[in-house]
């Protein structure tokens, strides 16, 4: 069948496909890499930009030497995405999209994020995580649990004069475990208070190192420490806090960042955020006594500042015709104004098939980006 999309006037594909299809009158443009100790390289920066909220990425894509290598210390997929995309709205504070060029961490290798993550002993001098020599067996998850899950690194790069790319930044994430799972025996919850405190140390600790790898020693590095949620939560954690090593020094003037996600529909959320809460359950509602094989509805919102920011929306259906499906979504894409506050709201409709649609709301626009898969 003919692959056909479902669109309402002033759809957002141009601003989803911008950084990827080229257009008349943009032209990519070639530089030079800066390599510490190694031959300079050429890449290509993209001209185009989706918004000022997002960077540029240098091509080719380099991934990071620790990407893969220990994700599954994290302990959901959700806590996997937004532990490296908390740390790029951290980073845009210090390092302006509009001059700076993302690349995935080139300096920690994975000889330095293994033995960081380890716990610290006589054959692991530089592990960060607590030793548990001396201790009874039955004593480490609660006197020396594991604190630091992962280490997220990121690069940020500026333009020079004469055509060259070099390093301006760096920003590294650290995911800490609130709970510490042994394997066998009871889990363990870790405090915020213990959580930061362990972070902020470790974060001294690995700008140090950092700074003494060739073409670090004077750049500016951001910290942040990421609070990783339950491995049965189906909301990502949050960064917590965040400081910024000026050049030639260490993590200085730790802020609080005060933003989390929360779930809708559900008691905390009904207690904390009501009127979010209470809408999302009338948004619900119309959707149950509409379809009644409608299975469930979930909701993420996030929050900075205490404001809604936006909102995810996962919605499992069990219809089988196609017609159904469009009817849904139809229906579907109606009550979100009606009833939703006006965010960037993202909904994805899946079956056991797999995805059936994709809505996406953009703040000030009354018509939606609408996709049917498939038809």
Not at 134 to 143: C, R
Not at 152 to 170: A, C, M, S
Not at 202 to 213: G, N, P, W, Y
Request: a negative charge; glycine letters at 6%.
């Amino acid at each position: 069948m003919t692959r056909k999309r479902w669109m309402i006037p002033s759809l957002i594909a141009i601003l989803l496909l911008a950084g990827c299809l080229p257009t008349p009158g943009n032209l990519d443009e070639e530089a030079i890499q800066d390599q510490d100790g190694t031959e300079d390289e050429t890449v290509i920066i993209p001209d185009l930009q989706l918004s000022d909220e997002y960077y540029r990425t240098l091509l080719p894509f380099k991934q990071s030497a620790t990407r893969g290598l220990v994700v599954n210390n994290l302990n959901t997929k959700y806590d996997m995405q937004e532990v490296e995309e908390g740390l790029l709205r951290l980073s845009t504070q210090q390092f302006s999209t509009k001059d700076h060029f993302f690349q995935e961490g080139q300096y920690i290798t994975e000889e330095m994020a293994y033995a960081w993550l380890g716990r610290q002993s006589e054959d692991n001098p530089d592990g960060l995580n607590p030793s548990s020599e001396g201790i009874a067996e039955d004593d480490v998850p609660e006197k020396a649990p594991i604190y630091l899950a992962h280490i997220v690194e990121q690069n940020y790069l500026i333009l020079t004069d004469d055509k060259k790319v070099r390093l301006d930044g760096i920003s590294i994430g650290l995911a800490m475990n609130s709970t510490y799972y042994p394997r066998n025996k009871k889990e363990v919850p870790i405090s915020d208070k213990v959580l930061e405190e362990q972070g902020m140390k470790m974060a001294d600790e690995i700008v140090s190192q950092l700074r003494a790898i060739e073409g670090l020693a004077n750049v500016p590095i951001v910290v942040g420490i990421f609070k990783q949620e339950s491995n049965n939560s189906i909301v990502p954690g949050n960064y917590v806090a965040t400081a910024v090593a000026a050049p030639g020094k260490g993590p200085a003037g730790w802020k609080k960042v005060d933003e989390n996600y929360v779930l809708f529909p559900s008691s905390s959320s009904e207690e904390e955020h009501r009127d979010v809460n209470t809408a999302f359950q009338k948004f619900k509602q119309s959707i149950d006594e509409y379809f009644p094989s409608f299975i469930n509805v979930i909701g993420r919102g996030y929050y900075s500042n205490n404001s809604l920011r936006s909102l995810e929306i996962e919605v499992p259906i069990q219809f089988y015709s196609t017609s159904e499906t469009v009817g849904f979504v139809q229906y579907l894409t109606g009550q979100v104004r009606k009833y939703l506050p006006d965010v960037p709201i993202e909904i994805s409709v899946t079956s056991m098939n797999g995805p059936e649609a994709l809505i996406v709301f953009e703040v000030g626009k009354e018509e939606p980006y609408v996709h049917i898969y498939g038809y």
